[in-house]
């Protein structure tokens, strides 16, 4: 294992920039199509019990954290954007695939697996996902909050909902906007007759949400 002591200025012919908490910066430049650190690893072990896990952080705060400017992340990015872009550029990106020929009969696969525990207290909001728009308008038409996209259209439900019917949430939708009709809030005439219907299976059960043509204003 790597030692950076404070009088360290290199590590691995790249140079260290001191931060503010006395530790150091990698600090690299021109990177080109490839890894500024890269961690590949293969594993053939029976596991039953325990977690196998590529990267880990441990983060345990006891101090004082005011409001305003003050977060407190375990893993952070900030990616600065610039020149001439053509491309997909996301901040986090992740690729889950197989290798081999698995078997996953009993497998609970995710993307992304969020588990927040009980915090205790009574925080202002507690969310899984949080997006944070900062926008300027410009370009307003291509402003998406969530998106899906696949080649393959095997897809059983958009969005479910596990658990008991006990921990149904009590809305399908808050918002802090006013009912006023403006944006995705339409006038609605009873007399409007829904041609198509949305399926939402509940508990085994489907359901349909009527869909009336857009007449509203």
Known sequence: MATISS????????ALGPNTSGCFDWVLSDLDADNAF???????NTVTSGY????????TTTGAYSTGNTQINAIAV???????????????????AASGTPTTTSANINGINIYIDDLGGNPSRVSGIQ???????????AFIYARMEGASPACISFIE??????????YLLT??????????????????????????????TVYNI???VDSCG
């Open 210 to 212: 009527p869909m009336v």
């Open 38 to 44: 890269g961690l590949v690893i293969t594993d053939a």
């Open 175 to 204: 918002t802090n906007s006013a009912a006023t009709a403006a944006g995705w809030i339409r006038t609605y005439t009873v007399g409007d007759a829904a041609t198509l219907a949305l399926a939402c299976n509940i508990n085994g």
């Open 131 to 141: 997006i944070h728009w900062a926008d300027d308008g410009t370009g307003s038409t």
């Open 78 to 96: 900030d990616m600065f954007l610039g020149g001439t872009l053509a491309c997909e550029a996301e901040a986090l990106y992740i690729y889950l």
């Open 161 to 170: 909902k596990g658990g008991t019917a006990a921990s149904n949430p009590t």
């Open 7 to 14: 009088s360290s200025s290199t590590f691995m012919g790249n």
């Open 52 to 59: 196998v896990q590529g990267y880990y952080v441990s983060m």
